[in-house]
Each structure stands twice: as C-alpha cells, then as structure tokens.
C-alpha cells in the first residue's frame, strides 16, 4: 500500500508551493483570504478562464490554470462549491476527493480552506482531509518496476485554515477512520496466498497496539466449542479456519457491548460446487466484511470511542479437494440446529452462523450488525449502489440508513418473512443453505436470522459494495474498505457515552 499524502495544517498568511487551490462559489468570486494568497490578477485570470471553459463554480466541479506572471505558485486550481443556498448540503470529504484527484505526485499543494462566508470549520476541514487522504490511496505493494516519480512521488499538502489548533484536534478522529479504511482497503486488495486465515488473525493481532483485546481461536479451540458449521467450509483447504474476537472497551465495565461480525473467505472456490473460472480471482475479496470489522476496531480504538464493541470474523478458504465438504452432507451447527449442504458455494451463510451464535451467546451484546459479500442476488437487485439491509429491528433500520445518507456508504432495506423463511426448510434437517435461484439474497438472510434469538440484529450484505469497487471522489482502490465510516458514523451518532 502507498499513502501517497503528506499532509499540514497552517494559518492562513504566506503561501508557497506549486498548487494553490481556492474555493469558489457560483459567483466565482475569491474570498478575501483567497485573494490574498492568490495574488495580483488571479481574480481577472480565473474570471477569463471560467468564461472561455464554461466554469460555472457549481459543487465538486474543478477548473486548473497557469498561475498568474509573477506569483509564487505555479498553478491555480479553482473548486467549484455551489451557490450559498446549497452550502448546507456540501460534503466536504467528497470535496477532499475532488481535490486530491486534481493534485499531481511529486508536487506540492497549499489550500486555502476560506468560503464566501468566511473560514470553513475545524470539522470541515477535517472532513476534507478525510477526504484527501481517502482519494490518494494506492495498493501498489506488489509493483517491482520503477516508475516515473511524477506518478508515484508523494503529495505535499498544506491546509490553510482560521484555528490550526481546532483542526488539528479535529483531524485526530478523521485520521483514525481513514487509517481503519486503509487497513480494510489493505485487506481486501491483498492476494490470497498472502493473506490466508492465519495471517488475517495476526494482522487483526495487531490492534492490541491500540489497547484492543484480541483472541484467536484456532481449529482445536472452534471444534471444542462446537462451530461445526465452520468448520466444515474450511475442510477442504490446507489452510486451517480461525475466529478472532476483538474487544475495545472504552465505556464502562458494566456498559453493554455492541457487536460486529465479519464473514472472512480469503479465498472462495465455490468448493464441490466449483465457480466458474472466469472471474475466479475476484473471490480473494470474499472476506470485505471481516475487513470492515477489523477496519472499524481500528478506527473505534484510534480516536478512543466512548464505547465498549465487540468484533467478531469467521476466517475460513474454501477449497475442493478430497476432504472438501460435500452437496448433500448434514452438519449440526453451535446453535444446535442441523444444516443440508444443498450448495458448497453457499457457504459464507454457515460461517455466520456459528459466529452469530457465538457472539450473542457470550457477550449479550445490545445489537449485533453482520456484515458479509454474501450473495451475487444483491447485486441484481442493487447493483453497487446500495448494501443490502436485512434486520428484525426498525430502529436500527433507520439509524444505518441515517449513517449511510451521512457517510455516502448508503444502504437500502430488503424485506424479511415467514414465506421467505420457509423457502429455506429442508426435507431432511432443519434447514438447508441454500434454496435456489429466487429471492437469493433474503433468503440467505433468513438463513442467517435462524440463529439469532432476540438480540437487535442487522445483516448487511456488501456483494456489490465491498469489493470490485466503482471509482468515486474518494476511492479508486478496488477494495474500498466499505462499511467503516458508516458503522463509525452508528456508533458516533448513538452508542457512544
């Protein structure tokens, strides 16, 4: 991974650097302070230009030229945000993406965060930088041949903004988020003969750092609690399963948790049911949900949440080979409740299971959120504009679908019921794990919704959001680390002290 940003906060006096960037309204009129570091003629220059380029300032919209004869810098980059009626509405980490796509390696920037109205907020600015920091991503960590520094050289940025010490102050949570979005980003994007389900537990290991409590159970440990459901995913690999539980206690000890489950397949073959082999590759990325778990403890701890969360991912390869689990097979899963293999490829479903039990069993948490590339169906039914919602609770319902409308992480509800759940009984257990092509995404919900009891659960199914990302302001990662900023955003919102 290469984080290609260096990144300052200073007032606003003397600039100096190869890019000034300005913000402007529709009026396209530069803010005193703006005006101030552009210098002689950048008013007259960018009125020019914005004419001959039909630059009407609107939100997120860019316009670079040559910085006027004379000046310090040696371009000026104008970021369009709105009229003042929309000002409201403005997202500022969007704004940081936008930016940074407009910034070149190797080069200095200086931005001078000044709106009509005055100086924009310590929050704001922070948000920016979220934002900046989001967008200048890269995973090139298996790259060898040298390339151009104009292309892989860092990007030296200075924020000119009214109270340094209040942005700074600021920055320190936007920071630990965008470091928990590049940890789940880093996941998702490395190859599966690197990152197995033994080296994800020890990378997830590495929060103790930040104060978490991290335990790994290995096969003997999950065979002598019962995740037989588990288990069997993983039996045809070489590669033994793990379940790590993370625990950040940073509210009181008798404060009761929330949790989050991951479903982590570092690498899923379909097993028997073998996938076809085309596009094959893209299944290292069958393990985004246990990423975002790991991504969100990350960010929890970092910028020290008032709360105590609990994480939970089932690490599991699912590979055919002679002692592979079979179509056919029955298991009895830890909620004592026995499963037909109608599908091996069905098989994130039975790896939730047991953790779901699990983590409700043990910790009695106040809500349980999973999340999980689950099923293809999701994303015939939402293509990778919206995660999948699936929950027995409203009022979670509508606090992730508030998160997600704050975040841009959005999520859209999917129903649940006893035609749907029926769908998924089985002739000779109590349940199979698959119940064909129709209404693949619910009813593997109902499967999962089998073994919560009362606990307050939400699943989100991120097929088309977690992995093989769309590019955006903020990401062009094809992991995108989904899910981070939205669960951070709930807890932020409802569950901190």
Sequence with gaps: MSQRLKLEIKAPDTVEGHDLVVLVSDALTLSGAAQEAAGPGAQALLARAAAAERFKGKAYAGLTLPAPEGAAYERLIAIGTGSAADRGELDFVKLGGVIAGRLAAGRSAEIVLALPEGMVEANQAADLALGLRLRSYVFDRYKTKS???????????????????????????????????????????????????EEFADRAKKLEKLGVEVEILDEKDLKKIGMRALLGVGQGSRRESRVVVMRWNGAGKDEQPVAFIGKGVTFDTGGISLKPGAGMEDMKGDMAGAACVVGLMHALAARKAKVNAIGVIGLVENMPDGNAQRPGDIVTSLSGQTIEIINTDAEGRLVLADVLWYAQGRFKPRFMINLATLTGAILVALAQENAGLFTNSDELAQRLTAAGLATGETVWRMPLGKAYDKMIDSKFADMKNSSGRYAGSITAAQFLQRHVNDTPWAHLDIAGTGMAAKDSEINRSWGPGWGVRLLDRLVKDHYEG
Aim: glycine share 4%.
């Design 147 to 197: 390339k151009d520094k104009d292309e892989t050289g860092s990007i030296a940025v200075t924020l000119r903004v009214a109270d340094p010490a209040a942005a700074k102050k600021a920055l320190k949570a936007a920071d630990a988020i965008a470091t928990g979005v590049v940890l789940a980003r880093d996941l998702v994007n490395e190859p599966p003969n690197v990152l197995y389900p």
